[in-house]
């Protein structure tokens, strides 16, 4: 387990953009497959996006394709979430997650296979 502080989170007009970052602190996110993922009020916790620990694989939900990037810096220790375009429904609790994974070229984005996870920042869409 590593600790993961999220950070970016607010209020924004339906449309808007915003940054989310997840860092780790302690230790090297290098080598760690991570991912982003959310919940809402009422409703169970979904994946977002993931990336593999090269950062050469990604996959998206459809909730977040064309218009949430996900990325990381190895050397800072840090992963993001490029958010755009957001709607009412993006409202939601949001996680970074990490692991250690079997591939690092692999994506890992099944939320029961990380083992470390960050408090979560909240997102709301709200005009």
């Known amino acids: 387990q590593v600790r993961l502080v999220e950070s970016g989170g607010g209020l924004v007009r339906p449309g808007g953009s915003l940054r989310l970052s997840c860092a780790a602190p302690?230790?090297?996110?290098?080598?760690?497959?991570i991912g982003w993922f959310r919940q809402a009020p009422g409703q169970e916790r979904e994946e977002v996006s993931c990336?593999?620990?090269?950062?050469?694989?990604?996959y998206y939900a459809d909730s977040a394709k064309g218009r949430f990037t996900i990325s990381r810096d190895n050397a800072k220790s840090l992963l993001y979430l490029q958010m755009n375009s957001l709607k009412p429904e993006d409202t939601a609790v949001y996680y970074c997650?990490?692991?250690?994974?079997?591939?690092?070229?692999?994506?890992?984005?099944?939320?029961?296979?990380?083992?470390?996870w960050g408090q979560g920042t909240q997102v709301t869409v709200a005009s």
């Open positions: 997650a990490a692991v250690l994974p079997e591939d690092i070229e692999f994506p890992v984005c099944f939320a029961g296979a990380y083992d470390s």
């Open positions: 302690d230790v090297s996110l290098e080598y760690y497959a």
């Open positions: 990336i593999s620990a090269t950062g050469g694989s990604t």
